[in-house]
């Protein structure tokens, strides 16, 4: 005790303290390293330095979303075996889009919610939707009264009316306005988009959507190589990575080419309906013009562009 | 500059010198921070699903904890205030203790909102695209890191002052202390925004909640300084006089009055006015539609409270052992208020009036403590350091040895000293 005393009281380091110190270094890069196993595992195939350095979608030249576009293209094929359709569809002029959704039509068939899923490339495990449909008790459109888990041999139920949800496009946006990075922005035609390649996934927008229109990819998706929709742009329905938010985007890559949105078209009854707030002469208009329409949650301020009504000769009793 | 290399030098050397309980606290903290930096590993490889969070309850744990622990560094401004302010200079050596542990707490915020991202590695994304001032997020990022910065200045230089045998420069502090004061208040006032500027989500959309933040924050931060006080003075021979304990308690008392009444203006305007927007709230306090996860936790929380209160009022409040159980049965009540009281049932039910439950998994319940373990180390080492330098054991010529035997012969026997 007393020669280690007196060797500590030296300046510099003794042997013994030496070999100590030396021995508790290895042994605690050994502990860390040992912690740190499990990235071993990590999948690093779609982390490239290119991706890395990617910009914010608003601020690449044109010539760098090009090799954006070609480089996450080849990364869908290596990965589907699929040659993609990659591509960035800008919004049109004059055109802000609008969805109208007659619930006195709707039978809950949850085709649309399939149909999207289809459209959009969402991971089918774990499974991400867009679009939930609630089963309500006539004479009251309190969503906690809703069934968000209804499962019937047939539908429609006649003691029930269907109200399906999904991103509501606001004009005036909570999510927009939350997150940290302007990951999610307001496009010129009214879509509420996300650049998957810049959100950080922290999550605040999911908290701040009032209709819980976003996902969040929680874990890597997946989705069967024959599943995969080819059809894809940037802002819209390409896969998605492990950690980022996703939602309904009006199908921006079938919309601004003058399509319709998946589940509009696979619709049976009608239910739904989609076009041009500012063309006077769209169906879409005409409804807000004729019709008793409502959004949700209009006390919240965010201005949906999307529209509920019911027909005017609906008295409870579907036809 | 080389000077300051060798002041390092010999802060990290001291960090590892210590008695026995001392080199079993710190390897404990280790062990168990090691368990929690594989559990992130293992997140970061199959994401963020390793968590109990869903797309319903987007958020858990970490940001509850992440939520607690603004609280607690804001709450360093409790014992500044009183120093700076009202001139109680008898105190003016333990300011330091709490400016320390506000930079561990802030420390282990960042940790906990980084844990919280699902592209981590993304971070630097803020720097090319920074949504200020519209996003409150990015406020947060603004106040806590310079809020970490302020303390780390401020602390570091005394310290180092200390070691230097110098008089600290009035100027080279003195301003940072003051701007740190408004700075405190900022840290928890922005925090709490996060949540009540969300118009939909009617349980954070209230604006009592931001002095809600700030009463607990101003009870939980300065009753873990006592106990920290407490245990440097019993494992130290650091001084530290019953006063400041005693003035830190009648902090506490004032801001959990306030907190706890604040809470009953709370639940009696929503249960009261009984509109739809309790529903959260009675899922908290009673459990809604057969699902009652949080309600053993909300109860516990004001359980604990409320008898911390009475100990605090009652004569109990003269024995330092009542006492010293009012403070843990109130960082652990408000704990739970912050997590299971405030951040989680806001997601319950969902916007669509779904319900789903929240239960945190073994992984990201590890990843907490790991971060906690963390925090509490770095800390340790902060006070570690600090007392031996402050008590001019450890100058720019003195060389300080815990495990000399003939301690004695250099400096006065002293009892329970960290050797």
Redesign the interface.
Known sequence: MSADTQQQQKPGVSRRSFFRGALGAAGGMAAVTTALKPLLEFDTSEYTLEGFLQRHYKEMTPEELDAALARIAEAVEKRYEVRPELRDVKPMDGVEFGYALNLSRCIGCRKCVHACVAENNQSRSPEIQYIRVLEMPRGSIDMEKGDHAYDRPTVPDADHFYMPVQCHQCANPPCVKVCPVEATWSEDDGIVVIDYDWCIGCRYCEAACPYWARRFNFAEPQIPKEDINPDMSYLSNRPRQKGVMEKCHFCLHRTREGKLPACLEVCPVGARKFGNLLDPKSEVSQILRTKHVFVLKEEVGTLPRFFYYFDDDYHGERK | MRDYGRFLWRCARIS?VGDWRYHTWMLTL?VIA??G??AY??Q??????T?G????V??GLYIANFTFLVGMAAAAVMLVIPVYVYGKHEMHELVVFAELLAVAAIVMCLLF?TV????????L??F????FP?????WD?VVLNGYLLLNMHICGYLIYCAYKKRKPGKWFYYPFVIVAIGWAISIHTVTAF?YV?????PFWNSAIIVPKFLASAFAAGPAFIMLTLQLIRYFTDHKVPQGAIRLLQNIVTVALTIDLFLLGSELFTEFYADS?HI?SLVYLWFGKDGYHALVPWIWTSVAMSVTALLIFYLPTKRSMFFVNIACVLLIVGIWIEKGMGLVIP??V??????IVEYVPTLNETLVCFGIWAFGLMIYTIFVRITIPVLSGQLTHDR?Y?T????DSATHPPTEGSLS
């Open positions: 590892f280790s090691l368990l930096l594989n590993a293992k970061l490889v199959d994401g963020l699903a968590t969070m869903t797309d319903q987007s958020w909102v919280d991202l699902g592209r981590p590695d993304r971070f994304h803020l090319q695209r920074f949504n519209i996003s409150m997020l990015t990022v996060l500027g969300l118009g939909g989500r739809h529903s806001a997601f039910p969902s916007p669509l009036g779904e060389i040895h495990e000399v035997a003939t």
